[in-house]
Antibody
């Protein structure tokens, strides 16, 4: 059974760096084709794809984040970490991590999400 | 980036009636090498994460009721709910995974009339 859960601060000050951890179970990120992605959703708005890391450490980012975002993995801990620098109130959102299936290529299992508010 | 435009933004359907949601892509998401359309549909209820319904444009995810179906190819796609039930009230999102960034549509809100 695949599960994922996001953790990190609920409140971040403007200009600070956000670090979110996705802890997962039920799969190995070392399996060929597997990945973990991050998606966010501002209150009442659409989903926004942020980043994806693959089993072979290939990383893909949203160009709209303009070098603010970094994704890494710790295979031994079953964790994927998302870092977003220079936070702004417009980054207030629920942040989700999700499992990328090696056969379907799609994000098929999602964590419950964590709401991050950016405010002074 | 590939832009996905969903229509309508919202719709109200009577119980037992059909609901149709469209998703138009700014460029093809059909990969000629394998004839797969890299298009998925998600359902999202308030306070919950998205739930995968359909992938490869028309393949139903395990456990998804048969009343949900996906169709289309290239740039034009449709999610159909054949007989809407009360528990189908949600926001529906399409997503392309043909190329990164794997963009989403703006979402379509389904309500009961």
């Amino acid at each position: 059974q695949i599960t994922l859960k996001e953790s990190g601060p609920t409140l971040v000050r403007p200009a600070q760096t956000l670090t979110l951890t996705c802890t997962f179970s039920g799969f190995s990120i070392s399996t060929a084709g597997v990945g973990v992605g991050w998606v966010r959703q501002p209150p009442g708005q659409a989903l926004e794809w942020l980043a994806l890391i693959y089993w072979d450490d290939d990383k893909r980012y949203s160009p709209s984040l303009k070098n603010r975002v970094t994704i890494t993995k710790d295979t031994s801990k079953n964790q994927v970490v998302l870092t977003l620098t220079n936070m702004d109130p417009v980054d207030t959102a629920t942040y989700y991590c999700a499992h990328r299936d090696e056969w379907k290529y799609v994000l098929d299992y999602w964590g419950p999400g964590t709401l991050v508010t950016v405010s002074s | 980036d590939i832009v996905l435009t969903q229509s309508p933004d919202s719709l109200a359907v009577s119980l037992g009636e059909r609901a149709t949601i469209n998703c138009k892509s700014s460029q093809t998401v059909l990969k000629s090498s394998n004839s797969n359309n890299y298009l998925a549909w998600f359902q999202q209820k308030p306070g919950q994460p998205p739930r995968l319904l359909i992938y490869w444009a028309s393949t139903r995810e395990s456990g998804v009721p048969e009343r949900f179906s996906g169709s289309g190819s290239g740039t034009d796609f449709t999610l159909t709910i054949s007989r809407v039930q009360a528990e189908d009230v949600a926001v529906y999102h399409c997503q392309q995974y043909y190329t990164t960034p794997n963009t989403f549509g703006q979402g379509t809100k389904l309500e009961i009339k």
